[in-house]
C-alpha cells in the first residue's frame, strides 16, 4: 500500500540549510573510493588490512616501505644504497627537475628500495618498486640498485625476493635504460649459479623491460591476484592488432594458466608463504637427514616383513591386475602426496605455454628433509577427470616436470616421482607442441640429473608417457599396477587386429609388477590390501614410508657422478 | 541547531523518532534498505534514501553509505536508534570525524564501556558494586577456599577457559567449597586443558532491574527510575515494567544514586541505561552499562512523562537538561509487552510473511509502538518484533489488568505471533503476585 502520498507530512520546511558552524563534511583522506568496485571505503580499514578493498577484495597498489613493513619481521630491515646520484646519461631535458619533484612527493630517492630483512626469522635480501616514482620504469639506478643487492646476495650466499611491478624501460634514459635488463639479469644468472634462491613476487602492474628481465627469472615466480603482468601493455596490443582483447588477458590468473606462474598468493599469506619457501632452500645439515632417514627406514623394516608375506597375492591374473590398476577407486597421485609428506606447496607451469594439470608438481617434506614430489594426477570425479585429462598429460606437463626436476638438481633436493597415466595424451595440441619431443627430452635430461631419483607405478604405466618420469635410480612397483609399452587393447588391435583380445594380450605382454621384477625392469614390488581404496592406504603409505626412506638413506650417499653412473648402467643394461 | 535528522535504522525505533522530530519542528531523512521500501519508516519521513541490499551488514550496518546519505541528503545529525551501529564506537567515530552530530554519548564512552574488563574497573573505582569476584587466577582448593570466604556465599568456581556451563560449580557453603572447586578443576582440565580457575559470588535467582539516565553535556546526570525486565527469554526481554514491584523507596534511592555514579564515573553524556542484578537480599550488582536509548523506554516515559527521544535530540544539541532530579516523579505503573512475529510452539521460530489483517486496541492508557499496517511484508532479514504495547494505570495491578484487555484486542492475520503466549505469561499467578526473576520463562518450561 502506498501511505507515502496519503500521510500530511507535518514537517514545513523542505529545502533546508544547515546554519551550523561545523557543516557536515568528510574530511580529507577519512574515506576513499575504491577504483574497482567504486565503493566508498574507510583509508583506515584499508591501511589496516593489508591495502586490500574490503568490499570487492580488489588490491590497491603498495608503497615500498609499506611491503616491506608486511613482510618483514619488525625493525629487521636494513636498506642497502639509500642515497644514489641522479644520472642523466642523454642529457635529457627536464628530466631532473621532474626527478627532484618525484623525489620531494613521494620521499623516495628513486622506483626501487633494496636492502636486507628477516622473514620469520629467515634472512633474505629484498628489492621492492614503488609504481609512485614514474612507474617504476627502470633508469640506470632501478638497473643498479637491483643488480649491487643481488651481487651482496651471491656473495652473502642469500636468497633474493623482488617485488617487481613496472611500467617497463625508462624513456628519458633511452638505450641505457635497456641495458638494465642485461644487467640485472646478468647478475641474476651469476647468483643463480652459485646456486642460490630467487623468489619473483609480480604485482599489479608489471610490463615491458622488467618482465622481460628479473620479474621472469624467478626460481620459483609468485604472484598477486589479478595483477596486470605482460610485455606489450593491453592498450598497446589493442591499437596493433586492431582488436578487443579478451577479459582477464594478462592477468594473474591468465599468466597461471599459461605456465608462467608458479602459485598465486594472496597477501595476507604472503609473508608465510615467503617464509616456508625460504625454510625449505635451507641447506640441510648432512648428518642429520643421515640419522632422521635410518630411523624412519628402521621403523617401518620390522613390521614390513609380515604383511608382505601376508599379502602377495599370486592368484590374480593380468587382465584381472589390468582391471584393478584402472579402478576408480584406487589411490590416486594425490593421495600419496597428502599421505607421505607434509607441508606440500604445489607449483604451476611449464614457462612456456601452459600449465597442465595432469602432473601435480611441487616441494613438501619427507621426514622433515625437503624433497620435490612430482605426481601424474587421476582425478577422483568425472569433473576432476576432464580437468586432469584423466593423467594424460600433455607435452607441457612433461616439461613442468622437467622443470621442477632441474630446479631439484640446483638445490639438491631428491625427486620422487609418481606414475600412473593411461599414456601421454593423443590429440592434435599434443602434436602441434611436440609430445614427442618433450618425452625425449625428459629421458635425455632425467638420464643425467645429479640428484636421487625414485619412479613409483601406483596404477597405470603407460608406454612413453609413463616412462618420461620413469628414467629413475629406481623403479617400484604397486602390486597390481601395471607398466607396458602400450595398452592391451592397443597391443592386441595392432598385432592381431582385434582389440577384444586386450586379456589375452595382458598375459603375453608381461606387464604385471611380479614379471617385471623377474625381467629386472623394476626394483621392489609393494604389497596391496585385498580392496585398496583411500580409506585404507596407511597399511602401504607406511610401508613405502619405509623403503623411501631407506632409498633416500643410500642414495644421498652418493656423488653426483656416482650417481649417474649408476643410473647410466641400470639402463645401458636393458 | 539541529535542524534535519538521519534516522540509521528501521522499523518502531525509526518511526518513533520521526515521530519526535516532526513534534520538534525538525526534518527527518529515513534510510532503507532494498527490503524496505515500503517500510512505514520509509513512507513517512520528509526524505528516504535507499542505503543497499537487505542484509544488514551491507545496508543497515553500511557506516560509509549511510554517511554518505547524510552528507547528500544534509542532515545535521544521525539518529542510531537501537542494534546495529547504535553502540558501535567507530560509527559514532566516523560521525565525529564528519562533524555530524552522532545522537548518543561519545565514542570514546562508547568503546570504554563496551569493554567489560574496563568498564568493571571505571565502576569498582567509582564504587558503584559489582559481582564480588577473585582478582587473580586460582589453582588449588585450599587458596580458593580463602578467597571465597571474602567474596562471601554462595559462590561459583568457573574455568577461566570455560564456556558452555563446563568447569563450573556453585557452592552454597564453605563445606561444599572443597568438592565444588575440585570437581569443576577436574572438568576444565579435561574440557579446554587447563586448570586456572576464578572464583566469583554466586548471584542467586536474581531480577533484571536497569536505571534510565539522562546526562547532558554540562555535566548534569539524573536517573528516571529503574525498569524490571525480568521477564526474558535467552537474554531477549520480552516483558518490562516500571516501577519494580521489589525496589522500597529507600532502595529505589540507593540504586539510583549508583546509577547517577557510574554515569558520571563514565563520562556519560546523553540517554543510557545502567543494568543491575538484583538478589532477594537487595544486594545489587552492576552488569553493564547500554550505550544507547532502548527498547522499553516507552515504560520510563509514561511513568515519568518525559519524552526520552526528545530529551536525547536536545542533549545532543548541547542544551542543559529540561529536569532536575527533584522534578522526576514516578506516577503509576506501566507495563511494555513486545509482540514478535514468531511462533512460540515451534521453539519461538520467526515468522516472516505478510499482514494480511490487522486490529490494534486503544483506549485511555493504551501505546502502541509499531511500524506495521494492513498489507504490510514482514521482511525475513531482520529482528522479529512487530510491535510494542504499553499500558499505564494507577497501579501494578490496574495495569495487568489494561494490558491482558489490550492483548486480548490484538489481531495480526496472516503471520504467526508470541500475542497468546504474552496472554499467559499476564495470566501467571506468579507473575501477578510479583514473584519473578530472570529464570521466570525458562522454568515456565
Redesign the interface.
Given at each position: 500500500?502506498?501511505?507515502?502520498d496519503m500521510?500530511k507530512?507535518?514537517?514545513?520546511?523542505?529545502h533546508?540549510?544547515?546554519?551550523?558552524n561545523?557543516?557536515?563534511?568528510?574530511?580529507t583522506g577519512?574515506?576513499r573510493k575504491c577504483n574497482k568496485c567504486g565503493?566508498?571505503?574507510?583509508a583506515e580499514d584499508v591501511k589496516n588490512g593489508y591495502y586490500i578493498c574490503p568490499k570487492c577484495h580488489g588490491y590497491f597498489r603498495v608503497h615500498a616501505y609499506r611491503r616491506i613493513e608486511m613482510i618483514a619481521d619488525e625493525g629487521s630491515f636494513e636498506e642497502w644504497d639509500k642515497e644514489m646520484d641522479f644520472v642523466n646519461p642523454l642529457d635529457f631535458k627536464g628530466y631532473e627537475d621532474k626527478i627532484n619533484h618525484l623525489k620531494e612527493r613521494t620521499k623516495l630517492n628513486e622506483a626501487v628500495v633494496t636492502g636486507k630483512v628477516m622473514i620469520n626469522g629467515n634472512p633474505a635480501v629484498v628489492g621492492v618498486c614503488d609504481g609512485r616514482f614514474m612507474m617504476a620504469s627502470m633508469g640506470w639506478i632501478v638497473g643498479e640498485k637491483i643488480t649491487r643487492a643481488v651481487e651482496r646476495a651471491t656473495e652473502e650466499k642469500l636468497p633474493v625476493i623482488i617485488f617487481t611491478c613496472s611500467g617497463g624501460a625508462r624513456m628519458q634514459e633511452g638505450i641505457v635504460s635497456l641495458m638494465q635488463m642485461a644487467k640485472t639479469s646478468a647478475a641474476l644468472k651469476k647468483h643463480s649459479d652459485a646456486g642460490q634462491l630467487y623468489v619473483s613476487v609480480l604485482t599489479d602492474p608489471t610490463t615491458g623491460g622488467v618482465t622481460a628481465s628479473f620479474a621472469m627469472l624467478g626460481d620459483i615466480i609468485l604472484a598477486e591476484p589479478k595483477a596486470l603482468i605482460g610485455f606489450a601493455g593491453p592498450r598497446v596490443i589493442e591499437q596493433t592488432i586492431g582488436q578487443k582483447l579478451p577479459k582477464g588477458f594478462q592477468r594473474s590468473e591468465f599468466l597461471l594458466d599459461h605456465g608462467f606462474v608458479d602459485r598465486i598468493v594472496e597477501r595476507e599469506e604472503l609473508k608465510d608463504v615467503l617464509a616456508q619457501i625460504l625454510e625449505m632452500h635451507h641447506s640441510a645439515d648432512a648428518a642429520k637427514v643421515k640419522e632422521v632417514l635410518k630411523d624412519a627406514a628402521k621403523q617401518n623394516a620390522d613390521e614390513e616383513k609380515e604383511t608382505v608375506k601376508e599379502q602377495i597375492k599370486s592368484s590374480l591374473d593380468a587382465w584381472e591386475r589390468v582391471q584393478i590398476s584402472r579402478k576408480k577407486d584406487r589411490p590416486v597421485g594425490t593421495d600419496y602426496i597428502d599421505a607421505l609428506f607434509t607441508d606440500f606447496m604445489e607449483f604451476h607451469g611449464d614457462r612456456y605455454f601452459k600449465d597442465d594439470h595432469a602432473i601435480v608438481g611441487g616441494i613438501a617434506y619427507f621426514h622433515g628433509i625437503p624433497v620435490t614430489v612430482i605426481a601424474q594426477a587421476k582425478g577422483k570425479t568425472t569433473k576432476e577427470n576432464l580437468d586432469r585429462n584423466f593423467s594424460m598429460p600433455s607435452p607441457d606437463g612433461y616439461r613442468k616436470a622437467l622443470r621442477l626436476m632441474k630446479q631439484a638438481e640446483k638445490f639438491g633436493r631428491p625427486v620422487i616421482c609418481f606414475v600412473d597415466t593411461p599414456g601421454a595424451f593423443c590429440g592434435l595440441e599434443a602434436e602441434e607442441r611436440g609430445q614427442g619431443e618433450a618425452i625425449a627430452r625428459n629421458l635425455f635430461e632425467l638420464s643425467g640429473l645429479k640428484v636421487p631419483v625414485l619412479s613409483v607405478v601406483i596404477g597405470e604405466g603407460g608406454s612413453g608417457g609413463a616412462l618420461a618420469m620413469a628414467v629413475a635410480d629406481e623403479v617400484w612397483m604397486l602390486e597390481n599396477a601395471v607398466y607396458s609399452v602400450l595398452s592391451p587393447e592397443g597391443f592386441a588391435s595392432i598385432l592381431w587386429k582385434d582389440s577384444k583380445r586386450a586379456s589375452e594380450a595382458a598375459e603375453v605382454m608381461k606387464l604385471t609388477a611380479g614379471d617385471l621384477k623377474r625381467l629386472g625392469i623394476i626394483e621392489q614390488v609393494i604389497p596391496e590390501p585385498e580392496e585398496f581404496t583411500d580409506e585404507n592406504m596407511e597399511g602401504v603409505c607406511g610401508d613405502l614410508d619405509g623403503r623411501i626412506a631407506a632409498f633416500l638413506e643410500n642414495y644421498t650417499e652418493y656423488s653426483a657422478d656416482e650417481l649417474t653412473a649408476r643410473r647410466y648402467d641400470r639402463f645401458r643394461k636393458m | 541547531m539541529i535542524g534535519k535528522v538521519l534516522i540509521a535504522n528501521r522499523g518502531e525505533i525509526a518511526v518513533r523518532i520521526i515521530r519526535a522530530c516532526r513534534e520538534m519542528g525538525i526534518e527527518t531523512v529515513a534510510v532503507y534498505s532494498e527490503a524496505d521500501r515500503d517500510a512505514l519508516h520509509t513512507q513517512l519521513a520528509d526524505e528516504a534514501v535507499c542505503i543497499g541490499p537487505a542484509p544488514s551488514s551491507e545496508s543497515y550496518l553500511n557506516m560509509q553509505n549511510i554517511i554518505s546519505a547524510t552528507l547528500i541528503s544534509g542532515a545535521d545529525a544521525i539518529h542510531p536508534g537501537f542494534g546495529f551501529l547504535s553502540e558501535n564506537s567507530r560509527f559514532a567515530e566516523l560521525c565525529e570525524q564528519c562533524s555530524i552530530t552522532f545522537i548518543g554519548p561519545k565514542s570514546q564512552v562508547i568503546q570504554s564501556l563496551g569493554n567489560k574488563s574496563e568498564a568493571r574497573n571505571t565502576m569498582i573505582n567509582a564504587g558503584v558494586p559489582v559481582i564480588p569476584g577473585s582478582k587473580d587466577p586460582i589453582y588449588d582448593a585450599e587458596e580458593g577456599a580463602k578467597i571465597a570466604a571474602e567474596i562471601g556465599y554462595p559462590v561459583i568456581v568457573k574455568a577461566a577457559l570455560g564456556g558452555g556451563g563446563k568447569g563450573m560449580r556453585v557452592a552454597q557453603t564453605p563445606e561444599e567449597f572443597e568438592n565444588s572447586f575440585n570437581t569443576a578443576q577436574k572438568e576444565a582440565q579435561m574440557a579446554f586443558g587447563d586448570n586456572t580457575m576464578y572464583i566469583e559470588h554466586f548471584v542467586q535467582h536474581p531480577r533484571h532491574i536497569e536505571f534510565q539516565i539522562l546526562a547532558d553535556e554540562h555535566g548534569n546526570v539524573i536517573h528516571l527510575g529503574e525498569r524490571d525486565c525480568s521477564i526474558q527469554r535467552n537474554h531477549q526481554k520480552m516483558i518490562e515494567e516500571s516501577p519494580s514491584i521489589a525496589l522500597t523507596p529507600e532502595l529505589r534511592e540507593k540504586m539510583g544514586e549508583a546509577a547517577v555514579k557510574a554515569a558520571k564515573a563514565a563520562h556519560y553524556t546523553n540517554a543510557g541505561t545502567i543494568e543491575f542484578l538484583l538478589e532477594k537480599n537487595n544486594n545489587f550488582y552492576f552488569m553493564e552499562m547500554n550505550t544507547r536509548i532502548q527498547v522499553e523506554h516507552p515504560v520510563t516515559e509514561w511513568v515519568t512523562g518525559i519524552d526520552l527521544v526528545k530529551e536525547q535530540i536536545r542533549i545532543a544539541d548541547g542544551k542543559p537538561l529540561s529536569y532536575k532530579q527533584e522534578d522526576v516523579h514516578i506516577t503509576g505503573h506501566a507495563i511494555e509487552c513486545r509482540i514478535n512475529a514468531e511462533n512460540p510452539a515451534k521453539n519461538f521460530r520467526p515468522s516472516p510473511g505478510t499482514i494480511t489483517d490487522m486490529y490494534l486496541p486503544g483506549g485511555k492508557g493504551v501505546r502502541i509502538d509499531s511500524a506495521i499496517y494492513s498489507g504490510y511484508t514482514v521482511p525475513p532479514y531482520y529482528d522479529s518484533m512487530l510491535a510494542k504495547l504499553i499500558v499505564h494505570a494507577k497501579n501494578r495491578n490496574e495495569a495487568i489488568r489494561k494490558m491482558r484487555s489490550a492483548l486480548g484486542e490484538v489481531i495480526i492475520e496472516g503471520i504467526d505471533t508470541n500475542v497468546d503466549y504474552q496472554y499467559e505469561i499476564l495470566n501467571h499467578p506468579d507473575f501477578i503476585s510479583g514473584n519473578i526473576d530472570i529464570e521466570f520463562i525458562e522454568n515456565l518450561g
Open positions: 500500500m502506498n501511505l507515502k500521510f507530512k507535518t514537517s514545513g520546511r523542505s533546508y540549510i544547515s546554519l551550523r561545523s557543516r557536515p563534511e568528510v574530511p577519512l574515506l565503493a566508498a571505503i574507510i | -
